[in-house]
């Protein structure tokens, strides 16, 4: 084997033992290595004297560290640098050494496995938004509309829409405020004052389509016997003007066509009427008043009478010729007399229905309650100015989308009869001045033969 086989075997042999104990020590082992390697390499010198001198022990000493690695001892491994203690080299040290070592492990050696995060809780249903509640205003000095906007909620309520009436000005400023402020949905109100301005109108205008033209209702003139016309009115308090109440937008809007300056109603017309009794004012001006119980109780004395409107060509387009006689206001017309008036076109208006809107969905169900459930209004107990609707008539106004679809998916065949009507009502129509009394009754009965109900 030669002396330096016997050298080398005899050094492993020694050295094994001596880790082999500092090892299996308990936990003072760290303290047992240092100490261990002395007495090992002290042994490993006096091996080397023995069996080759100094020559043999320097030449294990200065032997290369791969030369060993060959034949590493068993749970023994090299250091990675020159150690030195007590000014001897170091070659070897415990495996657990490098256990213990801070060396870098990889990612996956480090990373300490994580739970996966429970499961995200499935987001709850939410529940569909409230239903809004349809708002539909009308002025409480017409008693017409007002009655009409409460039948009107009572038909959609029986179409499963949640709706109410509301008591509200119509004007076109008071609706230029609500298409703005969100605060009504729908709305019953006059077309002579929504036309009486086209610049007032123009900024909001197409966000407020009417669905339907409505019945025209009177107007009426209410003065002292004493005032035997417009003209006389005018003339009044000295050149000053008189003080002509107007019960709502539509009696203002008539009220400055004929040049006179309106008084806006800030009473009911019950309390109007008491001022012109008491002669506090020179008129009231009303609309759609219809059978109301305050122009019944009024008048019977005899003192007071309607005002005659004379038709001029500065009325078209946002009225129609009407006349009442002593059926319509006993206390007010005499038996012989005949009393010529306007009527003005009202309208069911939509609020903040226009192009985009976020309530198209909902305009689009009001509209089908309002054609599909129409037949409601025309009940013997609703309001009569139902019964003079015709919801295929247009308007000088923008119209509802869904409206228009309704009326154009609902035309049928047309009616010779109506045509027949139609040409006679566009040549009256077209004539200079305007149709007069004469025409009006021959339109009626036009109209009265045309429905099957005239000679």
């Known amino acids: ?8 075997r005899s050094y492993f042999v020694d050295i094994v033992g001596q880790m082999e104990a500092s090892v299996t020590s ?21 091996l080397a004297w023995r069996h080759g001198g100094v020559a043999l022990a320097g030449l294990l000493v200065l032997a290369p560290i791969s030369t060993w690695a060959v034949t ?6 090299p250091y990675d640098r020159p150690v030195f203690r007590n000014g001897k080299r170091v070659l070897w040290h415990g495996a657990w050494r490098a256990r213990s070592a801070k060396t870098p492990v990889t990612t996956a050696e480090r990373a300490i496995p994580t739970p996966a995060p429970p499961p995200e809780p499935a987001p709850k249903s939410l529940a569909p938004p ?3 509640e349809i708002n539909v205003i009308a002025e409480a000095q017409d008693d017409c509309a007002s009655r009409m906007a409460g039948e009107l909620v009572a038909m959609l309520h029986a179409a499963g829409l949640k709706a109410r009436a509301v008591a509200g000005a119509t004007s076109p400023s008071a609706l230029a405020l609500a298409v703005i402020g969100d605060t009504a949905d729908l709305a019953i109100a006059p077309m002579d004052a929504l036309l009486a301005d ?13 669905v339907a ?16 016309d417009l003209d006389q009115l005018k003339k009044l308090r000295n050149g000053s003007g008189p003080t002509v109440v107007a019960q709502g937008a539509s009696a203002e809007a008539l009220l400055a066509r004929l040049g006179l300056k309106p008084k806006p109603a800030q009473e009911s017309l019950a309390a109007s009427l008491e001022e012109l009794a008491a002669g506090k004012i020179d008129a009231v001006v009303v609309v759609g008043a219809g059978p109301s119980n305050a122009i019944a109780d009024f008048g019977k004395d ?40 306007v009527a003005a076109s009202m309208a069911l208006i939509a609020i903040d229905a226009g192009q985009g809107s ?42 509802l989308p869904a409206a228009q679809q309704w009326i154009a998916s609902g035309q049928g065949a047309t009616d010779a009869s109506l045509d027949s009507f139609r040409k006679m009502a566009h040549s009256v129509a077209s004539t200079n001045g305007g149709p007069g009394a004469a025409d009006a009754d021959k339109l009626y009965q036009s109209l009265m033969q045309w429905r099957g109900t005239g000679p």
Do not use: C
């Open 1 to 8: 084997m030669g002396v330096n086989g016997a050298l080398k």
């Open 26 to 46: 308990s936990a003072e082992g760290a303290r047992n290595v240092g100490a261990s390697e002395r007495p090992a390499k002290q042994k490993m010198q006096n």
């Open 72 to 77: 590493a001892p068993s749970g023994m491994v």
């Open 130 to 132: 409230p239903e809004r």
């Open 198 to 210: 086209d610049k007032a109108t123009a900024s909001w205008r197409d966000r407020a389509p009417y």
């Open 213 to 228: 033209r409505l019945a025209n209702e009177a107007i009426e003139i209410i003065a002292p016997r004493a005032i035997a």
């Open 302 to 341: 005899g003192r007071f009478h309607l005002l005659s409107i004379p038709w001029t060509p500065a009325l078209r387009g946002g009225y129609a010729p009407a006349r009442l006689t002593s059926k319509d206001r006993p206390n007010l017309i005499r038996a012989d007399e005949k009393v010529d008036s």
């Open 358 to 399: 976020p309530r198209t969905a909902q305009f689009a169900a009001i509209v089908a309650a309002f054609f599909q459930k129409f037949d409601i209004l025309l009940a013997e107990n609703a309001q009569a100015s139902w019964r003079d609707v015709n919801l295929a008539a247009s308007a000088n106004w923008p119209r």
